[in-house]
Every structure is written in structure tokens, then in C-alpha cells.
């Protein structure tokens, strides 16, 4: 079974930051890794999927890069909306697991 | 507008049966894979079970692997979810989901609101 790590577990920035957020995986999972935000009592949000590809509708301050096992979600510019917890998930091989998150707060 | 309305959460005592539904609807629905997906409280996502699109794959993680049932009815555009040997570590909100492509593995697109399960004597 795969194993995603995400680092820092605790981002604390200030809005109009750059955020830097990062997945490690325990083995290659390709480009096949995928980004989630959740915001408190919200159900999860497709932000980037196959590494660096933005889903419908999200904003270009957010950017995926890396491959292999190793993974980057960018924000460019925080915007207050933005603070949240945020999900890595692979879908290379079954289970299609997620890392244990890393929450955003305002400084 | 993709919907997914769960279902059939409640409280229930360790080792009993529970069953999950899943409403679908704005899509083609016998096109996409489903997922079940759940967030114990205040912990992170974990991935419970998926579907093939014509429900003849079905996946499981280990933690729920011979306890959990995943079905689907093309027909009427819902998927299920029967949980057997429920224990305090299966508390958790639980997401249906559904891909973002057609692919069997694709990333999650859209996702319900949840259904709380408390299991608890």
C-alpha cells in the first residue's frame, strides 16, 4: 500500500502569501496525484488532479507540480477563502489512498 | 448540476448492520465509478470502497474488507453501501462520490454532503 506524507502539517501564513504545501509518496504513483481543500463542515473540493491539471472552476493562484513520489500544491497569493485543510490523493494503485492533510491557518 | 444525496446514517450498537444509500442524479450515471469515502471526527479522508461503472468490479480497503458491500442499481441511479460488524473505529461521516472522468480510478469530482454513522453502545 502506498503511503502519502504531507508536509508541514500546520501551515500558518498570512493573506497574500505564497503557500507551499507538500505529498511524498512511499513509492512512484507517476502523475497520478490528486489535491483536495475541505473547508470545516464541507465535504472535500477537487483542486488539481494528475499532478499539475487545475479542475473546473478553481482559481489559477492554485498550481500542481512534481512526479514520482513527490508532489507540490502552490498558492500563489492567499486569499482569506483559502484557509483550509488540504488533502493529497493517488489513484496509481489500489487503494487509492490520501495523505493526512495539511491545514492552512491565518497567522 | 451533478447531485449525490446520502442516505441511512444513524446510531448503532458495535457489531449490528447498517446500510447506505446514495442517490445520484445530473449526470450520466452507468458512465462513472463510484466511491464511498469517510472522515472519522476530526481526522483525515479515508477511502472505503469503489464501483465500476457497470458494478461488475467492486474495491475495498483492508479496514473494511469482508465487513463492507458495495452495490450498485444502473437503473435507478443509486449506489449502496451495507456495513456488517460495525465497530467504534467505522464512526465517521461517509461521502459518496463519484469520478471526475470515466475512469475506473479517476479522481474525486463530485462528492455528497455525507451521512454521519455513530456507532456506539
Known amino acids: 500500500e502506498i503511503v502519502l506524507t504531507q508536509s508541514p502539517a500546520t501551515l500558518s501564513l498570512s493573506p497574500g502569501e505564497r503557500a507551499t504545501l507538500s505529498c511524498r509518496a512511499s513509492q512512484s504513483v507517476s502523475g497520478y496525484l490528486a489535491w483536495y481543500q475541505q473547508k470545516p463542515g464541507q465535504a472535500p473540493r477537487l483542486l488539481i488532479y494528475d499532478a499539475s491539471n487545475r479542475a473546473t472552476g478553481i482559481p489559477a493562484r492554485f498550481s500542481g507540480s512534481g512526479s514520482g513520489t513527490d508532489f507540490t500544491l502552490t498558492i500563489s497569493s492567499l486569499e482569506p477563502e483559502d484557509f483550509a485543510v488540504y488533502y493529497c490523493?493517488?489513484?496509481?494503485?489500489?487503494?487509492?489512498?490520501f495523505g493526512q492533510g495539511t491545514r492552512l491557518e491565518i497567522k | 448540476e451533478v447531485q449525490l444525496l446520502e442516505s441511512g446514517g444513524g446510531l448503532i450498537q458495535p457489531g449490528g448492520s447498517l446500510g447506505l444509500s446514495c442517490a445520484a442524479s445530473g449526470f450520466t450515471f452507468s458512465n462513472y465509478a463510484m466511491t464511498w469515502v469517510r472522515q472519522a471526527p476530526g481526522k483525515g479522508l479515508e477511502w472505503v470502497s469503489g464501483?465500476?461503472?457497470?458494478?461488475?468490479?467492486?474495491y475495498y480497503a483492508d479496514s473494511v474488507k469482508g465487513r463492507f458491500t458495495i452495490s450498485r442499481d444502473n437503473s435507478k441511479k443509486t449506489v449502496s453501501l451495507q456495513m456488517n460488524s460495525l465497530t467504534a473505529e467505522d464512526t465517521a461521516v461517509y461521502y459518496c462520490?463519484?469520478?471526475?472522468?470515466?475512469?475506473?480510478?479517476?479522481?474525486?469530482?463530485?462528492w455528497g454532503r455525507g451521512t454521519l454513522v455513530t456507532v456506539s453502545s
Open positions: 490523493q493517488h489513484r496509481s494503485y489500489w487503494p487509492p489512498g
Open positions: 464501483i465500476s461503472a457497470s458494478g461488475g468490479t467492486t
Open positions: 462520490a463519484k469520478g471526475y472522468s470515466t475512469q475506473t480510478t479517476a479522481p474525486i469530482g463530485s
